[in-house]
């Protein structure tokens, strides 16, 4: 049943929608409060445990490689954390602190320049160039012409023969295996633990970063909350906010997903769904990206009169995150904190044990590990038939909550998670950020997807999505 402290809103009629107005009158209930790019300090602090952790295991000389990926993105945020370059490249860190940064760049067709991205702490910046007969119409293959760029570099520097230690991803595999061919009498480990392992606990400065990402998500629901009532389509809400977020200083408009339909089960992007009484809405943040670092919250929105099971599972969801985030503090096992989220799921019977192994989610594959059929059924989605299509599979394919977790690490993009759930017995140390997201989806029954981002403090936690409520949001149908 509906509690009765709803905002009211009167449908608007798709047909008269005055897109550019749905925001008027809208006021975030607080400050933005901006920060600007890191220091160079902080990237100097970056380097000297870098290069230290090079002296210890006997590199020369460490390459850091990000690819194109296409859309103006990459395929890590190495070279944006050692340097802040946020596109493509080759980055030479000689072990020896006399010795300069040299990148070499610019060899793919996704045109960035800076301001915004001017590698700190870079002396030289070599432009290999992009390369392919049919675009370019220069002969030649882009990763060839990087391998004998950066090669010819090591030998004129004396690094010919030299430990070279690799810090990249499944698209350097070419570049590096170009290298070796090049300099065959050079030895090559990789290296990504020399940053990874320096991703667990965030500066006094990154912190104030995420908190700052996680402010334009908050911005961006209220936003959302603004617009949202019978008539409006999800495109709107997206872009309410969308704008709300990217307005004040958001990177850009992708990494979150909004998901409507009558049972809360839904996670996408939008597609044209008109807003209707019965409705759950999702809006889940999975990346509000601000200065090259992210923060992830998740709210639920109910339209008008839902159902008692649905009403149980969002207040399930709801308490999931209350239980865990009581627990966070300093010293506390991650494993109590995940095992916490789960104890309402199994008080009212939704699950058995919070054992991550055995528990049942979303996307498991049958319990012999093979492939699981997603059901096919007509389902009757009429803002899509509309347009010419049926929804003809259920989704998800199994009830449980989406992972198997109640969340995991936020940070930069690419960075590999640590996880909260119950095989984690790490103990959370301050200045770790995480979010905490309960979530159940039981096909064509009930959905919910809530959380908040957290930080780890000296004497707790700091709620770093607070100006928001973490309980839905309810939007009367009339």
Request: charged content about 20%; some cysteine; hydrophobic content about 35%.
């Amino acid at each position: 049943m509906t509690p009765p402290n709803t905002v009211r809103s009167a449908p608007i009629p798709y047909s008269l929608a005055r897109f550019e107005r749905l925001l008027d009158g809208f006021e975030p209930t607080f400050e933005f409060e901006p920060v600007g790019p890191l220091p160079e300090s902080e990237f100097v602090d970056r380097l000297r445990r870098i290069r230290r952790e090079a002296v210890v295991a006997g590199h020369d000389v460490i390459l850091i490689h990000a690819d194109s990926i296409g859309s103006y993105k990459v395929s890590n945020s190495y070279l944006r954390y050692v340097c802040d370059w946020a596109r493509e490249g080759v980055l030479v860190v000689p072990t020896d602190d006399d010795r300069p940064l040299i990148m070499f760049s610019i060899f793919s067709s996704s045109v960035l320049l800076p301001p915004a991205g001017e590698p700190v702490l870079v002396e030289d910046i070599w432009q290999v160039g992009t390369w392919g007969r049919e675009t370019y119409n220069r002969p030649g293959k882009t990763v060839d012409k990087v391998v004998e760029a950066v090669a010819s570099f090591l030998e004129r520097e004396g690094f010919g023969v030299a430990q070279i230690g690799l810090i990249g991803d499944a698209t350097s595999v070419p570049y590096w295996n170009g290298l070796k061919t090049r300099l065959p009498k050079s030895s090559f480990a990789q290296s990504e633990t020399i940053i990874d392992r320096m991703q667990k606990i965030r500066s006094p400065r990154e912190q104030s970063v995420i908190r700052a990402a996680a402010q334009l998500a908050d911005i961006g629901i209220q936003a959302a909350y603004h617009v949202i009532r019978p008539g409006v389509t999800d495109y709107e809400i997206y872009a309410a906010f969308t704008y709300a977020q990217m307005s004040r200083g958001g990177e850009t408009g992708d990494g979150y997903q909004i998901g409507i339909n009558r049972y809360g089960t839904h996670c996408g992007k939008p597609y044209g769904h008109v807003v209707r009484d019965g409705d759950l809405i999702n809006l889940y943040i999975s990346a509000v990206i601000y200065q090259g670092y992210t923060a992830q919250i998740a709210r639920m929105i109910a339209v008008g009169d839902i159902t008692d099971k649905q009403e149980e599972v969002l207040q399930m969801c709801v308490e999931g995150v209350e239980k865990a985030a009581s627990l966070v503090r300093p010293g506390a096992l991650i494993s109590d904190v995940a095992n916490a989220s789960f104890e309402p799921y199994i008080a009212r019977g939704y699950l058995t044990s919070a054992d991550s192994r055995t528990m049942p989610y979303n996307w498991v594959s049958e319990d012999d590990g093979k492939p699981r059929l997603i059901p096919r059924k007509h389902v009757v989605d009429e803002d899509w038939e509309r347009q010419g299509r049926r929804l003809m599979h259920v989704y998800p394919a199994t009830l449980g909550p989406h992972n198997p977790n109640v969340g995991h690490s936020v940070s930069m993009q690419k960075f590999a998670n640590y996880n909260i759930q119950s095989n984690n017995h790490d103990r959370l140390e301050e200045g770790m950020t995480f979010v905490l997201h309960s979530q159940w989806l039981e096909p064509e029954v009930a959905g919910c997807n809530v959380g908040d981002c957290y930080l780890v403090t000296a004497d707790g936690a700091e709620n770093l999505s607070c100006h928001t409520p973490l309980a839905p949001h309810r939007v009367r149908a009339g």
